[in-house]
Nanobody, 125 residues
Framework: QVQLVESGGGLVQAGGSLRLTCAASTPTFSSYALGWFRQAPGKDREIVAAISWSGGATYYTDSVKGRFTASRVNPKNTAYLQMNGLKPEDTAVYYC??????????????????WGQGTQVTVSS
């Protein structure tokens, strides 16, 4: 079992930046791949980025490529999502999530068993 806690959301103007943090409770953090998802009002939850156990492999959905960067520091049990060049369409609740230990980071939400509570990101135009 792993608990995930996101932080770092807020209100920012278009073109601005935010860094989201995902803190994990487990000492076996390096056994978990991670995904970042978001859900806007009235829309389905969608994958934003994913990162492998070591951080050596990442995935980004097309709409955030070149603007968002996922990273992790395993000894600190922490992962990050650096978001630059934010757009109003990035407004959503952002979640970090983990699949079962040892599983790869997929792009479907049903592949993830552990979820944080989410953090609101609002981008004004």
């Amino acid at each position: 079992q792993v608990q995930l806690v996101e932080s770092g959301g807020g209100l920012v103007q278009a073109g601005g930046s935010l860094r989201l943090t995902c803190a994990a409770s487990t000492p076996t953090f390096s056994s978990y791949a991670l995904g970042w998802f978001r859900q806007a009002p009235g829309k389905d939850r969608e994958i934003v980025a994913a990162i492998s156990w070591s951080g050596g492999a990442t995935y980004y959905t097309d709409s955030v490529k070149g603007r968002f960067t996922a990273s992790r520091v395993n000894p600190k049990n922490t992962a990050y999502l650096q978001m630059n060049g934010l757009k109003p369409e990035d407004t959503a609740v952002y979640y970090c999530a983990a699949p079962p230990p040892g599983a790869v980071a997929g792009i479907r939400s049903d592949e993830y068993h552990y979820w944080g509570q989410g953090t609101q990101v609002t981008v004004s135009s």
